[in-house]
Nanobody, 126 residues
Framework: QLQLVESGGGSVQPGGSLRLSCAASGFALDYYTVGWFRQAPGKEREGVSCINNNGVTHYEDSVRGRFTISRDHTKNMVYLQLNSLKPEDTAVYYC????????????????????WGQGTQVTVSS
């Protein structure tokens, strides 16, 4: 069974940091583009950051310079380091994967072939 499981969410104060992890089971991420998406209450889901199998990355404008996506092929995992968090970063963060998509195009348009995790809550408040 193909599965993505996120972890690492939590509650932090503005300016704080979190590291999200996405673990894949049942398939190898080697040939997949993996992305982090988020959805805040009352808002549409948006692509935050994506990385293709060659390490090419894309970041949404509001997180560029604060968030860093990385992947570890040996562990079959993808990470998102969140620094300088702001209240507007509060959302449920989802890990997603799809075969052989460009990082930018995956971030702006996941398809029916996308695999999704269940999400992890990130709350930034004082």
């Amino acid at each position: 069974q193909l599965q993505l499981v996120e972890s690492g969410g939590g509650s932090v104060q503005p300016g704080g940091s979190l590291r999200l992890s996405c673990a894949a089971s049942g398939f190898a991420l080697d040939y997949y583009t993996v992305g982090w998406f988020r959805q805040a209450p009352g808002k549409e889901r948006e692509g935050v950051s994506c990385i293709n199998n060659n390490g090419v990355t894309h970041y949404e404008d509001s997180v560029r310079g604060r968030f860093t996506i990385s992947r570890d092929h040996t562990k079959n995992m993808v990470y998102l380091q969140l620094n300088s968090l702001k209240p507007e970063d509060t959302a449920v963060y989802y890990c997603a994967a799809e075969e052989q998509r460009g990082a930018y195009y995956f971030c702006v348009g996941p398809t029916r072939s996308t695999y999704w995790g269940q999400g992890t809550q990130v709350t930034v408040s004082s």
